[in-house]
């Protein structure tokens, strides 16, 4: 089933405004149950939206007259509002076409390469630093994701997320994909610079590492694609490698999936609570390793299993 | 700690003789300073290294202290408990039960903590074989306290000239080999309780008594007193001679953590810029206790260290002010 012009645009912007409007909630709940691990109170759960709000009131500030330190935030939050559109949420996503896994992971790194950015044209020591520690972590991230994805692919036989949950709904869960559904979880955590995985920001030691320089509504963009990344990846995950149940009514569906985005987010808050912080290096041994193990689910896939 | 540094100084000075109870009582202050500090040590620690559940949580235990130090003194920090000749406030023997209830349940969360942070991989991963100071440059480097006891230099001023009631209550020197970071912390850790045992102990023993000697009117002026306190950080002294109306007329304290900076460049030396935090954070610094100000011209390798005179002429040019 495609949908036409009129419904793709529809949805496309129903699915924008619920990424943006949902996203900080979910960073709220996360932040909530991080406090709680800590026996903290911890601050309201709408407080990302203050955050938002008052960042986005501030005044400019910029370190360097360079176009992509101004403008990184900006592009890095269209790219992650361009991924959502391909990601299946509530249903099939709106913008679907042949060959958009491919797109996704590209306009992932599209944001990857913002945050370098930002990082370097910032003039700050510090930012040169998370910069070079953002490279070295996408370049072990995003393979595992990449195998992640095309393991789904080999196994659906189709380049395409609405496929692919298809016939995840139709076969039983299939070893591969539980392999690679793992590893896929644990980049997420890295993707989302979660502990102990949040080594390219690492306030203690780098001071926000990109961000250092960044302030006002442009920190405030970064921060909403931030959490915006967290609803798409997460609902990826879930929609992708844990379909079930699928009931087939609109509503039922989203709120299913949205309990499930919820139940993965506080998985990911639990680990975040319960690391420190890795170093760069320890980082990089680990994500070797977790390559392998993706790679061994796409062999599985490949043999038929 | 300072406060007792001083105090035993003067009295030494003054060849007074303290109360034994009065002993007893400053040993326990000195024994839950030390636990305070090691809990708070162990939660800036674990935030440099991002791990902010173990702050919150030893700061969680940290506070029952503070409230135990209150109750006896009055104050949560900075107790002004001592005074020349003894303690200001006994701690009468209707109070011990509550003490003990409090010093059960820390005892009791602390080794909660300590096992969860033994058994953590992650943790291990960042502070075993980090900021390594070898035995043979700890004790070229004078390095002291916990930092030093990290790397197998078995020196405690409580054990090695033993003050206040040190001498009478069971004392534990508490020495690590391996010479890391992670060694710092078994040792901090295993000092925190053996510090609620010592404070236990303490209670237990503490004879009855008056708390405070009889002075005379005035400590004569001229003679010089020197004593050495083990804080938590590591050994301090002071050195102080009399001057005339019972007031000092030089006095000298020496804090531990300008001689543990030097054991800094050791640990950092081909380490990643991500260990350098928690290396610097291992010795528990306290940057206001160094009192020295150096510039060095990279281009030249000239080095000028400043003394409080500069400073002082300096800071009135620069501001104007008579």
Same mark, same amino acid.
């Given at each position: 089933?495609?949908?036409?012009? =009129? ?30 691990? /800590? ?14 709000? *008052? ?106 997320? =609405? ?36 080594? @390219? ?44 149940? /699928? ?12 309990? *499930? ?45 | ?143 002291? =306290? ?5 790397? =197998? ?83 301090? /002294? ?59 011209? @990279? ?18 040019? *620069?501001?104007?002010?008579?």
């Amino acid at each position: 089933m495609d949908y036409s012009l =009129g419904q793709t645009i529809g949805l496309s912007v129903v699915q924008v405004v619920v990424v943006l409007l949902l996203s900080p909630l979910l960073e709220g709940l996360i932040r909530k149950l991080i406090a709680f691990v /800590h026996s903290r109170i911890g601050p309201p759960v709408y407080q990302p939206y203050l955050d938002i709000l *008052k960042l986005l009131g501030k005044e400019e500030i910029a370190s360097s007259r360079s176009f992509l330190f101004r403008y990184s935030a900006v592009i890095a939050l269209t790219a992650v509002l361009t991924a959502s559109l391909l990601v299946p949420m509530f249903g099939k996503p709106p913008l679907g076409f042949a060959g958009e896994v491919i797109v996704f992971v590209y306009l992932i790194s599209v944001v990857a390469v913002m945050i370098y950015m930002s990082g370097v044209t910032s003039g700050s020591p510090y930012g040169l630093v998370g910069a070079g520690r953002e490279v070295m972590m996408v370049l072990t991230v995003e393979p595992v994701l990449a195998i992640a994805l095309i393991t789904a692919a080999v196994k659906s036989g189709s380049m395409m997320f =609405g496929d692919m949950v298809a016939w995840q709904l139709s076969h039983p869960p299939a070893l591969s994909m539980v392999i690679v559904g793992v590893t896929l979880f644990l980049a997420i955590v890295a993707q989302l610079a979660r502990l102990p995985f949040d080594i @390219v920001e690492a306030d203690q030691e780098i001071m926000e590492g990109p961000f250092v320089e960044q302030s006002g509504p442009k920190l405030a963009l970064f921060k909403w694609g931030f959490y915006a990344k967290q609803l798409i990846f997460a609902s990826l995950l879930v929609s992708v490698f844990i379909p079930w149940p /699928h009931v087939g009514k609109l509503v039922l569906d989203a709120l299913i999936t949205l309990a *499930k985005v919820i139940v993965l987010l506080v998985l990911v808050g639990v680990v975040h609570a319960v690391n420190p912080r890795l170093r760069i290096d320890q980082s990089i041994q680990f994500f070797g390793l977790l390559i392998f193990a993706a790679a061994a689910g796409l062999a599985f896939a490949l043999v038929g299993s | 700690m300072h406060s007792t540094g001083y105090c035993q100084a003067v009295e030494k000075a003054g060849g007074i003789e303290v109360p034994r109870r009065a002993r007893y009582i400053r040993t326990i202050i000195l024994e839950l300073e030390r636990i305070q500090s090691h809990l708070l040590w162990l939660g800036i620690a674990a935030h440099i290294i991002g791990f902010d559940t173990v702050l919150m949580q030893a700061w969680r235990i940290r506070e029952p202290v503070m409230w135990l130090c209150e109750k006896i003194t009055g104050n949560r920090k900075l107790y002004g408990i001592n005074v020349v000749g003894g303690v200001r406030r006994d701690i009468p023997k209707e109070m011990h039960p509550q003490l003990l209830e409090v010093l059960g349940r820390i005892e009791k969360e602390t080794r909660a903590v300590l096992d969860a942070v033994v058994t953590d991989t992650t943790l291990l991963a960042r502070l075993a074989n980090v900021g390594i100071v070898p035995n043979k440059d700890a004790i070229a480097y004078s390095l002291l =306290g916990p930092t030093a006891r990290g790397s =197998g230099v078995a020196i405690d001023i409580r054990v090695d000239h033993p003050y206040a009631a040190y001498g009478e209550v069971e004392t534990n020197v508490m020495v690590e080999t391996s010479e890391d970071i992670w060694a710092r912390t078994v040792v901090r850790m295993k000092e925190t309780l053996d510090s609620i045992r010592i404070v236990r102990d303490c209670l237990e023993m503490m004879p009855e008594g008056p708390i405070q000697a009889k002075i005379a009117e005035r400590i004569p002026p001229g003679l010089i007193g020197q004593s050495s306190v083990e804080a938590p950080r590591g050994e301090t /002294h002071h050195y102080v001679i009399t001057g005339e109306d019972n007031r000092p007329y030089r006095w000298k304290a020496r804090a531990p953590t300008f001689q543990n900076l030097q054991g800094v460049p050791i640990m950092v030396l081909g380490e990643t810029i991500a260990d350098v935090p928690i290396a610097l954070g291992s010795i528990d610094p306290c940057f206001s206790c160094t009192e020295r100000l150096e510039t060095v011209d @990279v281009r030249s390798g000239q080095v000028k260290v400043y003394t409080k005179a500069d400073l002082f002429r300096m800071c009135k040019e *620069k501001w104007g002010r008579k």
